[in-house]
């Protein structure tokens, strides 16, 4: 039964349960007399909560990413990418990885103030900074609250290089800020295409922008002169995997420079979410897809081992690697991302007057 027949398909939503979170002893549950409880699913509109932290600035010292500077605006994301490696740490803040992940959005309106601050401090050195390296900084509710884009005037104001991953066409609304910064070798922008089949698109990834959206975005942001980067993210063996060539060369033709991919992992919580919601949207090929998932992990659906927790290993991920490389190698030709100018860097000395 595909998911357009199945009645307990959540439509608009990626995951279709709402996982135990591992750091909760209770949970609630819908009491029948009959002694059978059902997981209680709540209001299904997106609520928003607000949180004041007092550092925005995340360091990792992951092998895989190596001293890897990042900034998420937001915790939880509206797109419902079924897949979403972040969907774990929702966990931290006392919710689920399903459901609630893509219900309850954490914001942090003081970022901006916060990055400034970070700026500010007396022996910083200019290193380039990630928007997104947990949830997508493009998301729908920035176009109403817009921190990212406040975020984005502070790099400005310091220029501070910036490098900024997202598969939201919201992005344009910057568009003239990011053109300035580009001038500059200030930023990069990496865009994530998943898959052009718009049926699977709208199954993995409900709340975001089509293929051909995303598309247009790379046109437009490369005809301004900035620098991007498509992200075929995350190859997904016997959904997706057929696609890469196909990735590349649509996202070269409209002027991307460079690209990327990692391989899925199903970490934590994502194992159950995802299995759960691959044998609703695909049953005739849920075992297929998992069964190669695992083969490239070792033989589990989760993979913490750097090295090969992100590009995989095996006879299906090597030739996933091999038919990325032979696409980049046809389609990008020469082509590179230009470096990042650390020299232009503007130090506030002495007390600031925040510019918010």
């Known amino acids: 039964m595909s998911h357009e027949e199945n009645p307990e398909f959540f439509k608009g939503r990626g995951a279709q349960v709402n996982t135990h979170n591992k750091f909760l002893k209770n949970k609630y549950v819908l009491d029948h007399i009959e002694g059978i409880d059902e997981p209680l699913l709540e209001n299904t509109n997106t609520q928003l909560f607000e949180e004041t932290p007092k550092k925005i600035v995340s360091e990792s010292n992951s092998p895989d990413l190596s001293h890897m500077y ?13 897949y979403c490696y972040a969907r774990n740490s929702h966990e931290y803040y006392g919710f689920s990885a399903g459901l609630d992940f893509e219900r309850k959005i954490i914001i942090k309106p003081n970022a901006p103030e916060l990055l400034e601050q970070y700026f500010n401090k007396k022996n910083y050195q200019p290193v380039c900074i990630m928007l ?37 066409n919201v992005i344009l609304r910057d568009i003239d800020l990011l053109a300035d910064m580009a001038k500059l070798n200030l930023v990069h922008v990496n865009v994530s295409i998943t898959s052009l089949n718009e049926q699977l698109r709208q199954k993995l990834e409900p709340r975001t922008v089509t293929a051909t959206g995303r598309l247009a ?23 997706n995997s057929n696609e890469v060539p196909n990735i590349i ?47 490239t992990h070792d033989g589990q659906l989760n993979d913490s081992d750097y090295g090969r927790r992100m590009s995989g290993e095996g006879k299906v991920a090597e030739s996933i690697h091999q038919m990325f490389k032979m696409a980049c190698k046809r389609f990008m030709g020469d082509r590179q991302m230009p470096e990042y100018d650390y020299s232009l860097f503007v130090p506030r000395k002495g007390k600031q007057t925040s510019m918010f």
């Open 249 to 295: 060369k649509a996202a070269a033709d409209r002027g991307a420079l460079a690209a990327g991919f990692t391989m899925v992992r199903l970490n934590g919580s994502i194992a159950e979410i995802f299995s759960d919601w691959i044998y609703k949207a695909f049953p005739d090929r849920a075992e297929k897809v998992l069964n190669m998932i695992r083969s």
């Open 70 to 82: 990042s900034i998420n605006p937001y915790q939880g994301c509206e797109h419902g990418c079924i």
């Open 132 to 168: 997104s390296g947990n949830t997508d900084c493009y998301q729908p509710v920035e176009r109403k609250l817009g921190i990212t884009q406040r975020l984005l005037e502070v790099f400005w104001k310091y220029k501070n290089p910036v490098s900024i991953i997202t598969k939201n």
């Open 217 to 239: 975005v790379v046109q437009k942001l490369s005809e301004r002169g900035i620098p991007v980067r498509v992200m075929a993210a995350p190859i997904i063996p016997g959904l």
